[in-house]
């Protein structure tokens, strides 16, 4: 069995998300609106356009709440790495998705989390730190998978790698706004 706890080097940010870019807040307020009340921690969903298009489902390894688009993109996500590598599926929980609140550190942006557009990914129960140079091989694995269905990498971001977190890209959230009903 792989070690997917093992701490690698992050890559070089020009050898990830090619051709996709992070949905900066003033992105995601024009297309889907404010979703809530900007807080520190979890509120509720106030955007009634938003409640209508979430969705809570079981996307194989565990359940999430998020908007619907992102909710079956994780689906497809999943069951390409259950086909592919099913120990590191077996592996993966979530330590996050749909979470109304300002990103950490900041009074001023929502989080990508509050549109239910944004996960955080654990290897069973270890958590990848927040501005850290390394990554859990098993998240680094996972990357492909979410990249090819149009989820930009947290560790691409410039001033604080997330590893642990992946969101719909702008690219892709520019494609799903319109379908919302």
Same mark, same amino acid.
């Given at each position: 069995?792989a +070690?997917?706890?093992?701490?690698?080097p992050? %890559?070089a #940010?020009t050898d990830?998300?090619?051709?996709?870019?992070?949905? $900066?807040?003033?992105?995601m307020k024009?297309?889907?609106g404010i979703?809530?009340?900007?807080t520190?921690d979890c509120?509720?969903?106030?955007?009634?356009?938003l409640k209508? +298009?979430?969705?809570?489902?079981?996307?194989? %390894?565990? #359940?999430?709440t998020g908007?619907t688009?992102?909710?079956d993109? $994780?689906?497809?996500?999943f069951?390409?790495?259950?086909?592919?590598?099913?120990?590191l599926h077996?592996?993966?929980?979530s330590?996050?998705?749909?979470c109304?609140?300002a990103?950490?550190?900041?009074?001023s942006?929502?989080?990508?989390?509050?549109?239910?557009t944004a996960i955080d990914l654990?290897i069973?129960?270890?958590?990848?730190?927040?501005?850290?140079?390394?990554?859990q091989r098993g998240i680094?694995?996972l990357y492909p998978?979410f990249?090819?269905?149009?989820?930009?990498?947290?560790?691409g971001?410039?001033?604080r790698?997330?590893?642990?977190?992946f969101?719909?890209?702008?690219?892709?959230?520019?494609?799903?706004?319109p379908?919302?009903?």
């Amino acid at each position: 069995m792989a +070690n997917f706890h093992e701490m690698v080097p992050i %890559p070089a #940010r020009t050898d990830m998300n090619t051709g996709l870019s992070a949905a $900066l807040p003033s992105t995601m307020k024009k297309l889907l609106g404010i979703p809530g009340r900007l807080t520190r921690d979890c509120s509720e969903i106030t955007n009634e356009k938003l409640k209508r +298009n979430m969705a809570s489902a079981n996307v194989g %390894p565990f #359940r999430v709440t998020g908007l619907t688009p992102a909710v079956d993109s $994780l689906t497809q996500v999943f069951a390409e790495v259950k086909t592919a590598i099913p120990e590191l599926h077996a592996a993966i929980k979530s330590a996050g998705m749909f979470c109304c609140r300002a990103v950490r550190g900041s009074t001023s942006n929502f989080s990508n989390h509050s549109w239910g557009t944004a996960i955080d990914l654990q290897i069973e129960s270890e958590l990848d730190e927040l501005g850290s140079k390394v990554v859990q091989r098993g998240i680094l694995l996972l990357y492909p998978f979410f990249h090819k269905h149009g989820w930009f990498w947290g560790a691409g971001y410039s001033t604080r790698p997330d590893p642990m977190h992946f969101e719909l890209a702008a690219e892709t959230i520019r494609k799903i706004a319109p379908t919302l009903k």
